[in-house]
């Protein structure tokens, strides 16, 4: 699911670079949308960001989140890249 997407740079935000997709301009169906919030929400990590607490959800190299809208109001999905430190 996620490869199919194609993410857009958050251009209003270059301070914290990340990328989002929208609900209805993804190739992802709803369904398909749902489940990936629900798994971000279920099995997210709890993180806090300023004020916010967010759950993350950990996939590869990327980490993504949502405002935390009901499931019904949630429009955009964000992922922002992860560094990594590969040992020699």
Not at 27 to 50: I, S
Not at 64 to 70: E, K
Not at 72 to 82: F, L, P, Q, S
Request: charge should be positive; glycine fraction near 4%; include cysteine.
């Amino acid at each position: 699911m996620i490869e199919r997407c194609q993410w857009t740079f958050a251009k209003t935000m270059p301070f914290v670079p990340h990328e989002y997709i929208v609900r209805k301009e993804c190739p992802l169906t709803d369904d398909e949308f749902v489940f990936f919030v629900d798994m971000q929400r279920r099995y997210g990590v709890k993180e806090r960001w300023g004020k916010y607490n967010h759950s993350y959800l950990y996939i590869d190299n990327y980490k993504y989140w949502t405002m935390g809208s009901p499931y019904d109001e949630t429009k955009i999905i964000n992922r922002a890249k992860v560094n990594v430190i590969k040992e020699a």
